[in-house]
């Protein structure tokens, strides 16, 4: 883990008598709050055996999930239920939301909405709340984001001065709560009753062993299912796809995800892939938020391009295609109400007409 505000918070705690022990750190960069429910629900025991669990995801879900009224809806939704899965898996568990800002953005002149999304739940649900941003701006002034040495980059506080003054804001805020804290109140009913706490993660099985590939580094340790050259149907009654856990690698192919009778494009390549500076990422994509539907869905992510013209979903931070597209590793889906049905097929009715002939791919070694 790289040196931030997290790995100064044990040094900021012990400074209040708090004696932090760092079990697990489920956090990906550069994805949302749908893979923090994704990483909560894989984890169960992880909460059952935890005192604290810490959730930031306001900083990168701002660009997804303000846009509009229905995109703001759906990240309450899962935000809420993160909150209600710990909870449920761990009455006792301290649920710290914590709010950063990145050097630009809504919440430079105007109340960014997930911010206050943050505060109403904090309230709701009796928790802590670490406010970091609006911390820096009480002490420094509102131009705290312009000032020299607050920012290693666009998105990230420098160290290690600031971020070490952003560990002891979120000590601050948890040892004062913890030293006024009243008898723990039971769950209480949910702001919204179709908050994510239902939601599934499925992990796809491959339909030949050439399309299951793994991948491992000090980080992480996924197993996925190629649909480069295949495709993943759903059927799914009563809720959405949400969202897709996916590794990017040099070769990544663009997602296609059919809806119904509808298609999207996806970009997936990472940033950080394009030159590449690693042998792969982790990382996540986001599916466009979906109105209400009793009935049956079908859904359909595939790395080859349909007939039909789709249209394209943006996904922040990515980038088109720079290499021959071959792999799609898609490791796991989230998604709300009931999966009738989960089949990776190689004989899907799409077509690739630009596609660049290439070699077979091959799994990164362990």
Request: hydrophobic letters at 45%; glycine letters at 6%; aromatic letters at 6%.
């Amino acid at each position: 883990m790289k040196p931030g505000w997290l790995t100064a918070l044990p040094g900021a705690l012990a400074a209040h008598g708090i004696a932090m022990d760092l079990q697990a750190n489920l956090a990906v960069g550069n994805t949302t709050i749908q893979m923090g429910l994704m990483k909560l629900l894989e984890n169960p025991d992880l909460l059952a055996g935890a005192d604290l669990l810490i959730i930031e995801y306001t900083l990168n879900d701002t660009t997804v999930f303000a846009r509009s009224v229905a995109t703001f809806e759906a990240w309450t939704r899962s935000f809420e239920g993160a909150i209600r899965i710990a909870r449920q898996a761990n009455p006792d568990i301290i649920v710290l939301p914590v709010i950063l800002a990145a050097r630009a953005g809504q919440h430079r002149n105007s109340i960014n909405v997930l911010h206050g999304g943050v505060h109403y739940l904090a309230h709701h649900y009796d928790l802590p709340l670490a406010d970091v941003n609006t911390a820096l701006v009480q002490r420094f002034g509102r131009d705290v984001h312009d000032m020299p040495g607050v920012y290693g980059d666009a998105a990230h506080y420098q160290r290690p001065v600031l971020t070490t003054l952003c560990a002891e804001i979120v000590a601050d805020r948890l040892a004062a709560w913890l030293a006024a804290r009243n008898p723990r109140r039971p769950l209480p009913d949910p702001v919204d009753p179709e908050n994510h706490q239902a939601a599934s993660v499925l992990r796809p099985q491959p339909a030949a062993p050439s399309q299951a590939l793994t991948f491992r580094n000090h980080l992480y340790s996924e197993q996925a299912v190629d649909l480069g050259r295949a495709t993943l149907h759903l059927e799914i009654e009563g809720g959405a796809l949400l969202a897709a856990r996916y590794v990017c690698t040099p070769d990544i192919a663009r997602c296609y995800l059919g809806i119904d009778d509808d298609w999207f494009e996806l970009n997936t390549l990472q940033p950080g892939m394009v030159q590449p500076k690693y042998r792969f990422l982790v990382s996540m994509l986001t599916a466009p938020v979906q109105p209400p539907e009793a009935g049956v869905r079908r859904y359909a992510l595939t790395g080859m391009r349909p007939d039909a013209t789709p249209a394209i979903l943006r996904q922040t931070g990515t980038r088109m295609p720079v290499r021959p597209e071959v792999t799609l590793p898609i490791c796991a889906v989230l998604h709300t109400g009931r999966l009738i049905s989960a089949e990776v097929r190689e004989d899907a009715p799409l077509t690739a007409p630009d596609r660049v002939a290439v070699p077979e791919p091959t799994a990164v070694a362990p």
